[in-house]
């Protein structure tokens, strides 16, 4: 099992820029494909962006496409996700996750995912 702590989450205003990190620990990282989720209060965790073991397939949800990138560094353990031209809807705790199973396309499901880091806070202010 893999263990993943987030961290960058803060308070930002309207148009500005995040960096989170998933610092993963446990078992071998680069067998493992990763997602970021978020969920704002009153609602369901919803997918952001995913990206399989080696890096070299990526998914987005349509709403982030253009203004977030996912990417992993496997040496160092870490997948990040940039976040530009961030808006006040973007405010919400964001949680990575990870899952070693096979599979084609990038996995939107959250329950596929079978580890998750404890969250980061993301406050987008207008």
């Known amino acids: 099992q893999v263990q993943l702590v987030e961290s960058g989450g803060g308070l930002v205003q309207a148009g500005g820029s995040l960096r989170l990190s998933c610092q993963a620990s446990?078992?071998?990282?680069?067998?493992?494909?990763v997602g970021w989720f978020r969920q704002a209060p009153g609602k369901e965790r919803e997918f952001v962006a995913g990206?399989?073991?080696?890096?070299?397939?990526?998914d987005y949800a349509d709403s982030m496409e253009g203004r977030f990138t996912i990417s992993r560094d496997n040496a160092k353990n870490t997948v990040f996700l940039q976040m530009i031209s961030l808006k006040p809807e973007d405010t919400a705790v964001y949680y990575c996750?990870?899952?070693?199973?096979?599979?084609?396309?990038?996995?939107?499901?959250?329950?596929?995912?079978?580890?998750w880091g404890q969250g980061t806070q993301v406050t987008v202010s207008s």
């Open positions: 446990g078992d071998t990282f680069s067998s493992y494909a």
């Open positions: 990206i399989n073991w080696s890096g070299s397939s990526t």
């Open positions: 996750a990870a899952h070693n199973r096979i599979s084609r396309n990038i996995v939107m499901r959250p329950s596929s995912y079978t580890n």
